[in-house]
């Protein structure tokens, strides 16, 4: 007990001196769960994940053909607006940059946001170069493991912090949707669900952008 609490200050000090603790974050080794309303069922013969709006053909792909996109693993430091840090977290998945990159998904000009849209109408909104950023990624499994049905089961938007990359602009961990179910490609910013409710629409964590007003 003693040592494990000695050893969670050793750890939290570390981060601080390595420069990974944004302003008014503590560490915290679990992994709380955080979103509103009920927790939706997963029908993979139903499922299908589409891409619209801003976009040379839109897509719309079966939980099947999802699973055979090209996956990419990524550790990051994950950072919660109600204060939470939880650091060196692994994340796998699909990385919308990828699917540019294959022509899969082609981004009008005009594309300048997107917004990611969830189970029963939830959204969240990024602009488009945080999407394509190496930070935000189409995430399917966590810790090795597929993600669990309260951290977004079978698929989430997550954004994080790159430990050797502090020059990669970073959003709260609110800004990537759980039960992930399309992107749509805006010409405009529009304001995602807890935007609307309040929180700030950049959401830096080094700015401590947590709420608009
Ligand atoms: N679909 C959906 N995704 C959501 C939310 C939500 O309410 N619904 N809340 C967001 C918020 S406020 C946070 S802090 C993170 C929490 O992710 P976690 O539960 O995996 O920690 O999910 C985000 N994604
Ligand atoms: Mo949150």
Same mark, same amino acid.
């Given at each position: 007990?003693?040592?494990?609490? /000695?050893?969670? %200050?050793?750890?939290?000090?570390?981060?601080?001196?390595?420069? @990974?603790?944004?302003?008014?974050?503590?560490? *915290?080794?679990?992994?709380?769960?955080?979103?509103?309303?009920?927790?939706?069922?997963?029908?993979?013969?139903?499922?299908?994940?589409?891409?619209?709006?801003?976009?040379?053909?839109?897509?719309?792909?079966?939980?099947?053909?999802?699973?055979?996109?090209?996956? *990419? /693993?990524?550790?990051?430091?994950?950072?919660?607006? *109600? @204060?939470?840090?939880?650091?060196? *977290?692994?994340?796998?998945?699909?990385?919308? @940059?990828?699917?540019?990159?294959?022509?899969?998904? %082609?981004?009008?000009?005009?594309?300048?946001?997107?917004?990611?849209?969830?189970?029963?109408?939830?959204?969240?909104?990024?602009?488009?170069?945080?999407?394509?950023?190496?930070?935000?990624?189409?995430? &399917?499994?966590?810790?090795?493991?597929?993600?669990?049905?309260?951290?977004?089961?079978?698929?989430?938007?997550?954004?994080?912090?790159?430990?050797?990359?502090?020059?990669?602009? &970073?959003?709260?961990?609110?800004?990537?949707?759980?039960?992930?179910?399309?992107?749509?490609?805006?010409?405009?910013?529009?304001?995602?669900?807890?935007?609307?409710?309040?929180?700030?629409?950049?959401?830096?964590?080094?700015?401590?952008?947590?709420?608009?007003?």
């Amino acid at each position: 007990m003693f040592e494990s609490i /000695q050893k969670r %200050k050793q750890d939290e000090q570390r981060f601080i001196e390595e420069g @990974r603790m944004p302003p008014g974050q503590s560490y *915290t080794q679990r992994f709380p769960v955080l979103h509103y309303g009920p927790v939706p069922h997963f029908d993979p013969a139903k499922w299908d994940f589409k891409v619209w709006g801003e976009v040379e053909i839109p897509l719309n792909l079966t939980w099947e053909q999802f699973n055979e996109l090209p996956r *990419t /693993q990524l550790k990051m430091d994950i950072h919660c607006v *109600t @204060r939470w840090s939880k650091f060196d *977290t692994l994340w796998e998945g699909v990385s919308v @940059r990828t699917l540019v990159e294959l022509g899969m998904v %082609k981004p009008l000009p005009s594309a300048k946001y997107v917004l990611q849209h969830a189970e029963y109408g939830f959204t969240a909104n990024l602009p488009l170069e945080i999407v394509l950023a190496e930070n935000f990624l189409l995430a &399917t499994h966590y810790d090795g493991v597929p993600l669990s049905p309260d951290h977004g089961h079978p698929l989430r938007g997550v954004v994080g912090a790159i430990p050797d990359k502090p020059e990669v602009k &970073t959003p709260y961990l609110w800004k990537g949707a759980k039960w992930l179910r399309g992107l749509e490609f805006l010409p405009e910013d529009k304001l995602g669900f807890w935007e609307e409710a309040g929180y700030h629409n950049e959401a830096d964590i080094w700015k401590e952008q947590r709420f608009a007003r």
